[in-house]
């Protein structure tokens, strides 16, 4: 493939922007400047750099985002910042979108990716991913809240009650929560429908992947494939 297209492929701008930076002598291969646009490379897991910065050659784009709190999950963020501000700009030019939505207040496990396939699979909620939230809430979490959530809440606008697929007490005023839906505000509403609020929101695991504990809030990071792996790797429901 032609270190034009490959660079375009890869989010670093039009093929028109991507030919300048190659004749302006930014673009390095095995650490020798490439200055003809249309020389070619074998792109699988090739490895250059554009500007000093070093670069894979990806495919698709699966990412893992740490968002925090105070983002929306929006191109057009209408009273916070997008989280899109915390990638890099390659990656939102290449369309990389949110699978699924977390709240602006709600942390977490956020997944991305510029597939479209991938990307309905894992938003659906025929699919019933298990989703681990941990939760902090207004007032003290007692058994009869667990034994709520677990049987099922009546929340507006659903034909029937919706249950926990589980739900344990870590705290005095906190719990772990897992759910297999992706209905809007799907937690809180729960959480108000058994008599108590959620004061703080955050999602730890998607289906069978794990927020990982040294990834801050704000970072991003590529999955491979035993993260994918790691992804599908639940039991699920028949």
Partial sequence: MQIERILHSQGFGSRKECRALIRAGLVAVAGRTVDNPAEDFAPAGLEFSVDGEAWTYREKAFLM?????????SRQPQFHPSVFALLPDMLANRDVQCVGRLDQDTTGLLLLADDGQFIHRWSSGKKRTPKVYEVTTSHPVDDALIAALLKGVELVDEPAPIAAAACVKTGERSLRLTITEGKYHQVKRMLA??????????????????????????EWCWLDDADLDRLSAYPEEA
């Fill in 193 to 218: 429908a058994a008599g108590n609020h959620v004061k703080a929101l955050h999602r730890s695991v998607v289906g069978g992947l794990a927020l990982p504990a040294d990834l801050a809030a704000g």
């Fill in 65 to 73: 985002l740490h968002k925090p709190a105070g983002y929306e999950c």
